[in-house]
């Protein structure tokens, strides 16, 4: 059963008197579980669907909905497919006290992997769940695949009875679904030797496996590091040979490179990142992988079709977390040629979870607030928004609004600043570009909302 949380005013689900809170029980006799049973069963033009409305009335809908006709119904939160497993590595482990709660949830859920791009190990599933990801075509999938020999990944993912991931995947792939997978490298246990095999047989999948990207296993001061370690600039290096070595076989073979280093990877090992080209559709840069790249091809996109103004004489701040601080530069460098404004990097270390933790998504508000408490200067401060959920909340569970109001200057979300500075091109008073209409309360720009709030997508290492 699935309840509705709101309704678009004119839509057909408002028009037929469903209302918020509203119970969603079969449609065409099939009992619906869950949004992905919403999705697909009421994809047809007709069809019956019963419900139960919040004072016990239960009532039969024969529906045909006129072509383009949206249902219109927000569906309450879908309950999170908890982990099975206990990585050493876990994100979740290295969690300090005062986040927001969806972020101490393990979730493993082949829903949101497929719906969000959430990294799922398919180790819970049931027979039904994998003839559900059939008939609904969930494709592709993203997988944490981390090792492909059994006991090896049954040890990283610290579950006796995880299944051997080659056979399944493969099952799936002649079933007609496809994946983007990833390698969590753990120094020691599947890096050298095992990476290679584990690119190996991942690549003897042939084509359905689209992609794999190698990234570095992430550790806060909170987690288990008895028991895990991070990698040292070798292990990025020797790392980076195998991936360069997969993906230049996989360029020759089919055309496109296939196997990726995280950007973190070449950061962590001093090396120059591949060009914009290398990634293609940046299919993994939810993962770390491309980002950068892919702000400069943004920018120049921005440029290129004249949408970003000139801001001579502004001063922009760019907050950022410490993986982005070293290779920011090149990407302000070209929003200067681009914009002439004048651009400053905000390197922000992690208070919460200790300098260790780099990446700007997880950058808390607290953080944030003491390196721009000061800044009177910034025309504009530029903040990750990738940093907040759906709800604009920080993950150390501070709204954008009230962040905006503890600043000395006004503050912008952005992904990747081409958004917000073609916005102000248009918009430039209310960007506080232009000098006048400052708002320190404008910071829900650009930020994206999704059917239902869930936990902020690649918050775990999955
Ligand atoms: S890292 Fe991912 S798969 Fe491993 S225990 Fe945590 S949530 Fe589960």
């Not at 008197?17 to 949004?35: H, I």
């Not at 994809?43 to 249902?71: K, N, W």
């Not at 190990?121 to 944490?144: A, F, G």
């Not at 920018?299 to 000139?310: E, F, S, Y």
């Amino acid at each position: 059963m699935i309840r509705v949380q709101s309704l678009a005013p004119d839509s057909l689900g408002a028009e037929l008197g469903l209302v918020p809170g509203a119970e969603l029980l079969a449609v065409n006799g099939r009992v619906l579980e869950d949004f992905l049973d919403w999705e697909f069963l009421t994809a047809e033009e007709r069809f019956v669907l019963a419900a139960r409305l919040p004072t016990g009335q239960e009532i039969e809908y024969d529906i045909e909905r006129p072509e383009g006709l949206p249902m219109g119904v927000t569906l309450e939160p879908p309950r999170i497919r908890r982990c099975a497993n206990h990585c050493d590595f876990c994100f979740v482990d290295g969690n300090p006290q005062g986040m927001r709660a969806p972020l101490y949830i393990r979730d493993d859920d082949y829903r949101l992997s497929f719906r969000y791009g959430n990294f799922a190990t398919l180790t819970n599933l049931k027979p039904w769940d994998v003839e559900r990801i059939v008939e609904y075509r969930l494709s592709p999938l993203y997988v944490s695949v981390h090792a492909t020999e059994p006991t090896i990944r049954r040890w990283l993912l610290r579950n006796p009875e995880a299944p051997d991931i080659v056979p399944q995947l493969r099952e799936f792939a002649e079933r007609g679904i496809a994946f983007h997978t990833q390698v969590v490298l753990v120094p020691g246990v599947n890096d050298g030797a095992q990476l290679v095999r584990t690119l190996g047989d991942l690549y003897g999948l042939g084509t359905p496996v689209r992609s794999v990207s190698v990234v570095p296993v992430a550790l806060t001061e909170f987690s288990k590091h008895h028991l895990v370690r991070e990698l040292t600039r070798e292990d990025c290096w020797a790392a980076l040979a195998t991936v360069d070595r997969f993906a230049t076989r996989a360029l020759a073979e089919r055309g496109a490179p296939w196997c990726y280093g995280a950007d973190d990877l070449y950061l962590q090992a001093g090396e120059p990142l591949p060009p914009t080209e290398w990634y293609g559709d940046f299919e993994q840069r939810e993962n770390g992988v491309g980002s950068v790249r892919y702000l400069q091809g943004r920018i120049a996109a921005a440029h290129d079709q004249g949408a970003l103004p000139d801001l001579a004489g502004k001063h922009i701040g760019v907050v950022t977390g410490t993986a982005m601080g070293g290779l920011l530069p090149t990407v302000l460098a070209d929003l200067t040629a681009a914009t002439h404004a004048r651009f400053e990097l905000v390197v922000v270390e992690n208070t919460l979870f200790g300098p260790s933790v780099t990446t700007a998504g997880l950058l808390p508000a607290g953080a944030i607030a003491a390196a721009l408490s000061r800044r009177h200067d910034f025309d504009v401060a530029l903040l990750p928004a990738e940093a907040v959920n759906d709800d604009l909340v920080f993950i150390d569970d501070v709204s954008a609004d009230a962040l905006a109001a503890r600043l000395a200057c006004p503050v912008h979300l952005s992904y990747d600043f081409a958004d917000v500075l073609a916005e102000c091109g248009m918009r430039s008073a209310e960007c506080g570009i232009s000098g006048g209409g400052r708002s320190r309360h404008d910071a829900h720009l650009n930020t994206p909302h999704s059917a239902f709030p869930i936990p902020h997508l690649g918050e775990g290492q999955g």
